[in-house]
């Protein structure tokens, strides 16, 4: 991997970092839930555009995101199903939560995308770690 690639991919995994570091303060601190699924969707988000951009894909929205994650890494068995169904049900909350839904979704949904966020931060790092391990 080139060397501008390589910033690009570490940038992208320091903001996941930063939107999973974010997301756990406002649930710690009781925070709006709609603020904590947007910040944990982000975090999955960061993620999947290092593991695209390393495999030069790089998509123009974030539907686009996650149907390359969706053909490039689960259909070919790098990640399991159910981090792709966590990705989706991720960016629908969060959609429902900014655009379509007139009531704040719960704390446990906030807690709950808050969690499947980190699973799915930390999978994508062990799968990337793996591969430059593998290249090494």
Not at 46 to 75: C, M, N, R
Not at 109 to 128: C, G, S
Request: proline share 2%; net charge positive; hydrophobic share 40%.
């Amino acid at each position: 991997m080139n060397e501008e690639l390589a910033a690009l991919v570490q940038y992208r995994l320091e903001q996941a970092d930063a939107a999973l570091n974010d997301a756990k303060y406002l649930l710690d601190g009781c925070r709006s839930p709609h603020s904590i699924i947007n910040r944990a969707y982000y975090a999955m988000f960061y993620a999947a555009l290092a593991l695209l951009q390393k495999a030069g894909k790089i998509p123009s929205k974030h539907a686009g995101a996650i149907g390359l994650f969706d053909t490039e890494f689960v259909v070919k068995g790098a990640f399991s199903r159910e981090l792709s169904r966590d990705f989706h049900k991720a960016f629908e909350l969060r959609q429902a939560s900014d655009y379509r839904v007139l009531q704040s979704p719960t704390r446990e949904k906030a807690e709950e995308t808050w969690e499947r966020a980190t699973r799915f931060v930390r999978a994508v790092k062990e799968h990337l770690r793996a591969a430059e391990a593998g290249k090494g």
